[in-house]
């Protein structure tokens, strides 16, 4: 680490540390350093959102996980970030704090075999460096997993450690859904999904709120969105995390995506709120 570089909420590039898996951000939703796991560092998923910032994005789930080695980063990472000079040398000022450690990489995490082995190690490190009250383990996922035995699992995992899952949801009708995150899957099934999540950890809804080919399909589709929340059951959830497509798409729909106006992403957020949601905007 021999770079003064600081890093800011639009630098997410996972190879500025130059380890495997741990790679260090400053998040503007969690508010301070988030020490970031990327499980698929072949960078699949199986998914394919037109504003994804994965280079190089291929279908398909991580690969095998050394945890030995993911272990071995996230101690040396906790190490020079709580002992050593990396918040001074590169973190700015007011962001000196380690917020989260988060699983989000370059595709689902949960299509990880070792997910809830991964999801122990984080929680026990918060634990070991004295960060169990300050900070949670956070996994922002798709959620298209949630009720395969593996990924349940970590997700089970991930509520007795008192952490929270970030599920994904950017639209409420099938065809929204097929556009945005190249998927086709059946509302009612993400609605059961999203119940279960909410079951076994804490749960926000983080959407991503966009213009492609000029349309706003999550205003146009609202209804159905809200629907869904509905159907999963509002009151489980923590709220939603409504967000603006802020760095540039790495996919090849990049030009067909746009950012709504301030006002547009403040008015859905203003009919979830109507509903008795918890949201937070983050344009
Ligand atoms: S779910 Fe996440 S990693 Fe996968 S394609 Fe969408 S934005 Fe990219």
Redesign the pocket.
């Known amino acids: 680490m021999a770079s003064r570089r600081l890093l800011d909420i639009y630098d997410h590039d996972r190879t500025f540390t130059a380890m495997r898996y741990v790679y260090p951000v400053v998040s503007r939703r969690a508010g301070g350093v988030s020490v970031g796991i990327n499980l698929n560092t072949n960078n699949a998923?199986n998914?394919?959102?037109v504003?994804?910032q994965?280079p190089g994005?291929v279908r398909g789930k991580a690969p095998p996980v050394d945890v030995h080695v993911l272990g071995a980063e996230l101690h040396g990472f906790l190490k020079d970030a709580l002992q050593g000079d990396f918040m001074v040398r590169h973190v700015p000022a007011d962001a000196r704090r380690i917020s989260d450690i988060a699983l989000s990489g370059?595709?689902?995490p949960s299509s990880a075999a070792e997910f809830a082995e991964v999801i122990d190690l984080a929680a026990a490190s918060l634990q070991q460096y004295g960060l169990a009250q300050s900070a949670l383990v956070r996994v922002i996922t798709?959620g298209s997993l949630v009720d395969q035995p593996q990924a349940r699992a970590g997700f089970e995992r991930l509520g007795v450690c008192r952490g929270e899952a970030w599920f994904?949801l950017d639209g409420g009708r099938r065809s929204d859904i097929q556009q945005v995150?190249?998927v086709d899957l059946d509302p009612q099934a993400i609605a059961r999904r999203l119940a279960l999540c909410a079951s076994l950890c804490s749960t926000w809804v983080q959407t991503c709120a966009l213009r492609f080919d000029g349309l706003s399909l999550l205003q146009d589709g609202l209804d159905d969105y809200l629907r869904i929340l509905d159907a999963a059951g509002m009151e489980r959830l923590r709220g939603v995390l409504l967000y603006g497509p802020a760095r540039k798409s790495m996919q090849p729909e990049a030009s067909r995506v746009s950012c709504l106006a301030d006002d547009e992403l403040q008015a859905i957020a203003e009919r979830l709120r109507e509903k008795g949601l918890t949201v937070h905007v983050s344009p």
């Open positions: 998923c998914w394919h959102c504003y994804c994965v994005l370059n595709g689902e798709n994904k995150n190249g």
